[in-house]
Structure formats: structure tokens, C-alpha cells
């Protein structure tokens, strides 16, 4: 069986195929461009059309929405764009490529994976996620250098490797399901 995990956001979209006779692992991003979103969701499509037809995918869990506002955090704005996005990327698999996808809570899939966040750690939650992931997952994460500030010419890690830890998490949850 071939099962997609995704972790959606209107700037980013983190992706991870487990090829389960196969006992391989796939792992992608991609950046979602345009000027509203509705461009975004049509670059959208065109990405899930290429990951679908290179994979064969039967089954797909998707990272739930965040259900409550939480001061400091995303504002209102932010969470019903996300919602609203989810629920474009959600319907265009289910009408697409006529797999219903199945919507996992982020905590939910962490507890299942024995994944533990420390409150007092140094370490963000997306960090502590990334680091789990990385010492489960051998792969070439993507990096860039940085090009200005006291860190200049230093090669560190790109953002989107924290949605694409999100999309392990996610799948890796669905299977233990």
C-alpha cells in the first residue's frame, strides 16, 4: 500500500510517502505561489497531480486544522486561511483522485509515536519534532546559506524541512492506526 501524509499551509506544504511493500520512504516539499489563493490552489493542483500519478497513492492522512485561537500564536486571520486552504487541498484528493482523506490531530499523531515535547526545552516544538524525525528518517535535508546578519556564509537548514518532519509525523501516525 502506498500512503501519503500532509502537512498543508497556504506557504508551504510538507508531503511523505511510505511505500509499504516497497519499505520505502519518500519526502517532499512545495511552496505553494500566487497572489491570492486561489492561484495558490490551482499550483496546488498541478503539485498533487505529479505526486499522485509518480506514486500511486491509496490512502492519504492529513494534519487537522488547529481548532481554538491561542493568543501569541497564528492570529484568527491566519487560522481560517489555513482552515480554508486545508479544505481546497482536502476536496481537490477527494475529488481528484477519489481518496477521502483522513484528518489526524497533530498532538494525537505525536502521543502515537512516542514523540514527547519538552515545555522547558530549549528547543521549539518543530525542533524537538525535526530531531525525532531525523533520528528515525536518513535523508539529505535541504539547506541554504545565509546571506547577511552576524551568521552570514553559514550553512543552516531551510524552514520547510520542519513541514516535512509534519508529513512523517502524520503518516507515521496513519499507519500505526
Sequence with gaps: MIICGLDISTSCIG????????EKKYI??????GSDWMDKASVTK???????????????????????????????????ALSRFNGIVSFMIKDIF?????FLNVNTARKSLGIK???????STKEQVFAWVKGNFEYTWPTRILKSGKRKGQEVLCD???DMADAYVIVHAGLVQ
Design 160 to 162: 520547510e524541512v520542519y
Design 117 to 123: 515535547i519538552e515545555r522547558k526545552s530549549k528547543l
Design 98 to 102: 477519489g481518496i477521502k482523506p483522513e
Design 15 to 22: 508531503a511523505c510517502i511510505v511505500d509499504t511493500k516497497k
Design 28 to 33: 517532499y516539499f512545495f511552496k505553494p505561489r
Design 46 to 80: 498541478d503539485f498533487l497531480h505529479n505526486l499522485f500519478l509518480d506514486h500511486e497513492i491509496e490512502k492519504v492522512f492529513i494534519e487537522e486544522n488547529l481548532q481554538a485561537f491561542r493568543p501569541g500564536l497564528s492570529s484568527a486571520k491566519t487560522l481560517m
